[in-house]
């Protein structure tokens, strides 16, 4: 099945809102700055968008670029970023990735894929959102939304994050790689959640196979 891509977007669009990049460019500065966009990156896994936008903004009034981060203790930049989760453990990998980018990469956040997964904490995930979000450099990010809605609507079938990854960069068109986290997070929050999901409701249900769907709203 071909589908309309630039149609579904558009609807995707209107439908969630989401019109800006995701919550950790928010306080990302001018740019955006891709240290921020790394560490807010961090700081945001398992932690919902207001607690990562307080937490990153207090950190960064402290410390905002890897030699100013590397001046604070551990203990410190956890008392920063708490209550994200797995604070402490966020905050000795904050300070390993700034002492990196500082001996191996001068102080500058890498524009390579390769390059960021070799950073301590850097999975696929954040990799591609930095790419994105920083650099402009297109790429997929997926999480559980991005995994899970083109699964049930049919549009892929892989069963992993990576198969996926891989999967969406054959159909989708690159020029919506990255924003295509921002929607389909904002609309399986909503509309497509995981349980029972909001299928009267849904404005892409034309192109939904509802593989999966056993109850539904």
Not at 34 to 42: D, E, G, H, M, N
Not at 97 to 126: F, Y
Not at 129 to 153: E, Q, W, Y
Not at 166 to 181: C, G, H, K, T, V
Request: aromatic share 6%.
């Amino acid at each position: 099945m071909k589908l309309p891509w630039k149609q579904i977007i558009s609807v995707l669009r209107r439908a969630t809102g989401a019109t800006e990049v995701p919550s950790v460019t928010k306080i990302a500065g001018d740019g955006p700055d891709p240290y921020r966009v790394l560490i807010s990156t961090i700081i945001s896994l398992r932690t919902r968008d207001e607690v990562t936008i307080s937490a990153s903004e207090r950190l960064f009034s402290a410390a905002d670029t890897p030699s100013a981060m590397l001046r604070l203790s551990s203990p410190a930049v956890a008392d920063l970023i708490y209550p994200a989760g797995f604070y402490r453990t966020k905050a000795d990998t904050i300070l390993k990735i700034s002492g990196i980018l500082l001996e191996a990469h001068d102080g500058k956040v890498p524009s390579r894929l390769t390059d960021l997964l070799t950073l301590p904490g850097v999975g696929r995930k954040t990799a591609n959102l930095t790419l994105g979000l920083a650099f402009g450099i297109p790429s997929i990010c997926v999480d559980t939304h991005v995994h899970r809605i083109p699964n049930r609507a049919g549009w892929i079938s892989t069963s992993n994050p990576e198969q996926t990854e891989d999967a969406l960069m054959q159909i989708l068109p690159e020029e919506f790689w990255i924003e295509i986290n921002t929607l389909l997070v904002a609309f399986g929050k909503d509309t497509c959640t995981p349980v029972s999901p909001w299928c009267s409701r849904c404005p892409i249900s034309n192109w939904c196979s509802r593989i999966g769907v056993s109850r539904h709203r």
